[in-house]
């Protein structure tokens, strides 16, 4: 399966703001994949998420969705923490019925907590929600998602690690999270070329073979990210970052976050596809 450039969320320029239309505007794009988007909450029954991912085959879309926002595994109220399991549940149920390959989420915020206590606790808690997934067959890959605030569980090194300690776990690699992360960094073709083999060396093909991206460009501070900008009116080097994804021939989703959609996306997969006829010359 080649790396499939999409958006996160239904295009602007749809003709309407459903799902089927969003599938149906990729298509005419000459996109390959959409990101349904769940943030505020899972509001799709059963019946419309067939639809959905019956329009999708049709067009040959591949699907993923987000997870909502208020998601929180290390919340101090025991009852917000069962509420965000079933959020991921939720989530993952109409996935399963949809035909998506992954549900993103983003798994906790420290508060004042050790970081190594939230990652144990935020272990302890997916691994149960895993196991119900498991026990009614479904087999959606959970994707936590590199953070871009300092405050949230996020880095690379901890995505990594719940996905070797958790089966049916793997990354979601946010690139402008990293960069707005450490203030600046990971914007360079070797720092690329460390994310991505960091990662590979630790998850092998299960990952290489099945990725998963997220691409913008973003503004951010001292504590990290605080909005996503469109990739030209930011300083994220995105054609940097789609060099090193030819070098690995990483396979995969990657999703498009910047306001402008569709414009992003397309300038994303354009500068892939330009690259990869010159490495074949």
């Given at each position: ?35 349904l ?14 639809r ?5 085959v ?9 997870g ?10 025991k ?38 206590l939230v990652?144990?606790?935020?272990v ?9 997934l498991?026990?009614?067959d ?7 998602e ?50 991505l ?19 913008s460009?973003?503004e ?24 090193a ?37």
């Amino acid at each position: 399966m080649p790396l499939l450039f999409g958006t996160a969320g239904v295009p602007l320029s749809a003709q309407d703001r459903s799902s089927e239309s969003g599938v149906n505007r990729i298509h005419e794009l000459q996109l390959g994949a959409l990101e349904l988007e769940f943030v505020q909450g899972v509001r799709m029954g059963s019946e419309k998420a067939r639809r959905v991912g019956q329009v999708a085959v049709e067009r040959g879309i591949a699907l993923s969705c987000h997870g909502p926002y208020w998601i929180n595994l290390n919340s101090r109220d025991k009852e917000k923490i069962a509420v965000s399991k079933e959020r991921i549940l939720q989530t993952a149920r109409i996935g399963k019925i949809l035909g998506v390959r992954s549900v993103i989420f983003h798994p906790a915020f420290y508060h004042e907590d050790v970081a190594e206590l939230v990652f144990e606790r935020v272990v302890q808690e997916l691994t149960s929600v895993r196991e119900v997934l498991d026990a009614e067959d479904n087999g959606v890959v959970l994707r936590p998602e590199t953070a871009g605030k300092r405050s949230q569980l996020g880095n690379l090194q901890e995505i990594i690690k719940l996905s070797q300690c958790i089966p049916g776990i793997l990354p979601c690699i946010d690139f402008a999270h990293l960069h707005a992360r450490s203030n600046g960094h990971f914007n360079n073709y070797d720092d690329f070329c460390r994310v991505l083999e960091e990662t590979a060396e630790a998850l092998g093909d299960r990952w290489n073979k099945n990725a998963h991206f997220h691409i913008s460009g973003i503004e951010y501070g001292l504590k990290g990210e605080k909005r996503h900008l469109v990739l030209k009116e930011s300083d994220f080097q995105y054609n940097e970052l789609m060099k090193a994804f030819q070098t690995f021939a990483v396979e995969g989703l990657a999703i498009c976050e910047s306001p402008n959609l569709e414009e992003d996306a397309l300038i994303l997969q354009s500068t892939y596809k330009s690259l990869a006829k010159v490495k074949e010359e």
